[in-house]
Each structure stands twice: as structure tokens, then as C-alpha cells.
């Protein structure tokens, strides 16, 4: 996959990620380059998982139809939940088209705990 999975001025983007594996048929993507987050636009799939490298599950983002990130689920200290910065916590990032930058994370649900948690490799049970 490109930059973006785009062409730059009509030239080919250098790749930004590879594949590594995949968990419940969603691939597994590893930065190359320098690229250490997941893309904010999809091409081949309606989510992508990143993994620490130890193997334990870090985030998957999820994106729309139009292949535009609407979603993203994380587990790592998120302060603005537990108060400090050392407890890892499983929580979800919204993100809203007309401002991406608004994404107040929030714990999962119960029910999206249940929809997702086949992809939470190594993710202790909740």
C-alpha cells in the first residue's frame, strides 16, 4: 500500500506499511519507513490491526464505506480514563468527518466488546 494507497502527482507512493499476518481475517499491518500508526484511509479492508511488537494487540482502525476512518479501538494508558498514565485500558476513538480532531476516547460497550474482542490478541478478558 501506498503513502495513502494513492498516487502522488501521478507517480507511484513508496509503501508506508506491509502486511504480517492477519487475526479473524483482518490484516495485520506493520509500518516500514519511518510510519509507526495505522492508515487514516483504507483500500482493501474495512479495518486494519496494529500489534506491539511483542505480538499483544495495540489498536484497529475501522473505516466506512467510503473507506474513511470512523473508528479506532486502543489498548494503552489513556489518561483521560484511568487518571494516570501508566494502566493500559481498551477504549474506542470516534472520529467525526467534519472534525477529525474530535475523538474524546471512551470505554467500550458491552456490545462492542463482544463484536470486536476476537481481534484483541493477548488483550486480558474485560
Known amino acids: 500500500m ?4 494513492t498516487f502522488a502527482s501521478g507517480n507511484s507512493a513508496a ?11 483482518v490484516k495485520v499491518l506493520k509500518g516500514i519507513n519511518g510510519k509507526h500508526s495505522l492508515p487514516e484511509e ?13 505480538g ?9 464505506k467510503d473507506h474513511y476512518l470512523v473508528k479506532e479501538i486502543a489498548y494503552h494508558a489513556e489518561p483521560n480514563l ?3 498514565g501508566h494502566e493500559k485500558v481498551l477504549h474506542i476513538h470516534e472520529y467525526k468527518r467534519d472534525n477529525f ?4 476516547p471512551r470505554l467500550l460497550t458491552a456490545e462492542e466488546y463482544k463484536k470486536y ?9 474485560q
Do not use: C, Q
Open 101 to 104: 480532531s474530535d475523538r474524546p
Open 42 to 54: 483504507a483500500h482493501s479492508s474495512w479495518a486494519y490491526i496494529k500489534l506491539k511488537p511483542n
Open 82 to 84: 484511568t487518571g494516570n
Open 56 to 64: 499483544i494487540f495495540h489498536e484497529m482502525r475501522i473505516y466506512d
Open 2 to 5: 501506498g503513502g495513502r494507497g
Open 15 to 25: 509503501y508506508s506499511y506491509e502486511t504480517v499476518g492477519k487475526i479473524a481475517g
Open 117 to 125: 474482542k476476537k481481534y484483541f490478541k493477548g488483550v486480558p478478558e
